[in-house]
């Protein structure tokens, strides 16, 4: 389990004191929608002894910035169009349609750990959810192209189901294989709950969160990235590094409330988050795939007031939550994360090497093409090589007689079973380079690899 927390604050619109926040608290993740919070980042580019303080000590403990380009034209027709659409867009944007700027907003671009895309978008029809896919790989591409990493989904709380997830995947995977985008690294997730009348009945008698309860009280829409990872047929290649861009407390229906509108105390709503964190912590088939969750949101718009986490209006719950930060964040962020970029590769169920004498003539050699052809199998003159690839089961076969001029001797059969006793043995008995052709061929033809029925023809 992670040692420091994975929570971090959502930031809409800068309040003051801010940058004071961060480095007090040192949080997982900073989500900014603001372009100009890379002003302040950057150690090197302050003057100040506070400011180079500041921004030493969140460069020091890897706080990951995220950055986002709020855009209201959000199309899924025509995917890849859409990415080139909106990349100049935001390049356009960061610019103020200056094309000689580019260079130095691409270069500021980086200085972030990662861009989002599109939000909130896709879900609820198979078409747009396979679209987001598609869109997701080419944007990606474009992001790389200048050395900058890409998260992609942005899927809203309880989304992608199970039925559209796989079509999200299938059609990003594709464009990949087919070369017409490339891989994000890593998806985003927003991921909010409101709590139930029967609040109390989700505590233990000491006063404290029951973690199983919360966990069922809070399904589908806490946590739901990892019931996607554990479902048997999601690939590998598609378990990305997950970055949580938005959580809270959201009443969604039948309109979007925040905790400051809900039946619970300030008090509760930071328990909860506690709860959640240490859900976050936990590794998933001992990855630990969550960069950090953004609470939403530490400075707002107008219209999101109700979710405003700061001391506001005499209520906030910033204040606690700086004060588990401090508690929680003792040494840098370690980003074990990054571990998802290199899946272990899948172990080989089975194995087969073809294993030939060391003085076997070319034309030997070349009587096993067809069967070599046909079943792709690995072939050489190395007892070492063809020992050292065993899976977890293996076979080998031995090409010629034990007592023909270039088959392998009975002391090389032996010598493998001392090495390995599970490793499976077949011989193509021939004493001659037509009769092993022969042998080979019906092999191949009859799609027999091991010559099973080798004994058949013989007879």
């Not at 990003?172 to 998806?187: H, M």
């Not at 005499?314 to 964040?329: C, F, I, P, T």
């Amino acid at each position: 389990m992670s040692v420091s927390s994975k929570l971090g604050f959502h930031i809409q619109k800068r309040r003051q004191g801010w940058p004071n926040v961060i480095a007090d608290s040192v949080p997982a993740l900073v989500k900014s929608l603001e372009w100009g919070i890379i002003d302040e980042w950057i150690p090197e580019e302050q003057t100040e002894p506070a400011k180079i303080c500041r921004a030493r000590k969140w460069k020091e403990f890897r706080v990951f910035l995220s950055g986002r380009y709020a855009t209201s034209t959000q199309i899924l027709e025509r995917p890849e169009d859409r990415a080139y659409e909106f990349w100049n867009r935001l390049l356009d944007t960061l610019t103020a349609g200056d094309r000689d700027k580019r260079r130095e907003a691409l270069a500021r671009m980086r200085l972030f750990d990662a861009w989002e895309g599109y939000n909130e978008v896709g879900a609820g029809d198979p078409i747009a959810i396979a679209n987001l896919g598609r869109f997701d790989a080419a944007l990606a591409r474009y992001f790389h192209a200048e050395g900058i990493r890409y998260a992609g989904g942005g899927f809203s709380m309880t989304k992608p189901s199970l039925e559209e997830w796989p079509r999200y995947y299938n059609a990003l995977l594709d464009a990949v294989a087919s070369g017409r985008g490339e891989r994000p690294d890593f998806l985003h997730f927003h991921e909010y709950w409101c709590p139930p009348n029967n609040w109390e009945e989700l505590f233990s008698p000491d006063g404290r969160i029951d973690a199983d309860k919360m966990r069922q009280a809070t399904r589908g829409y806490m946590l739901h990235w990892r019931e996607l990872y554990q479902h048997p047929d999601t690939p590998s290649e598609i378990k990305l590094p997950v970055i949580i861009s938005e959580c809270g407390w959201d009443q969604g229906q039948p309109r979007q409330v925040g905790f400051r509108q809900l039946p619970r105390s300030d008090e509760d709503y930071v328990k909860w988050l506690i709860w959640y964190d240490q859900e976050l912590k936990k590794p998933l088939d001992g990855v630990d795939y969550v960069v950090g969750a953004a609470i939403y949101t530490y400075g707002h718009e107008a219209q999101w007031a109700s979710f405003e986490i700061d001391q506001w209006q005499g209520r906030g719950v910033l204040d606690s939550l700086r004060a588990y930060l401090r508690e929680e964040n003792l040494s840098p962020h370690p980003w074990d994360w990054q571990a998802a970029w290199k899946p272990p590769e899948p172990e080989v169920e089975e194995s087969h090497f073809v294993l030939l004498a060391q003085n076997s003539p070319i034309a030997w050699r070349h009587a096993l093409d067809k069967y070599l052809e046909t079943f792709k199998v690995t072939n050489g003159q190395s007892l070492d090589d063809a020992v050292r690839l065993a899976a977890k089961r293996h076979h080998i076969t031995l090409v010629g007689s034990a007592d023909s001029p270039y088959g392998l001797p009975k002391e090389w059969e032996e010598e493998i079973r001392r090495r390995n006793p599970k490793i499976i043995i077949d011989r193509m008995e021939a004493r001659s380079v037509s009769e092993l052709r022969r042998v080979a061929d019906r092999r191949a033809q009859r799609g027999d690899r091991y010559g099973e029925h080798d004994r058949d023809e013989a007879r």
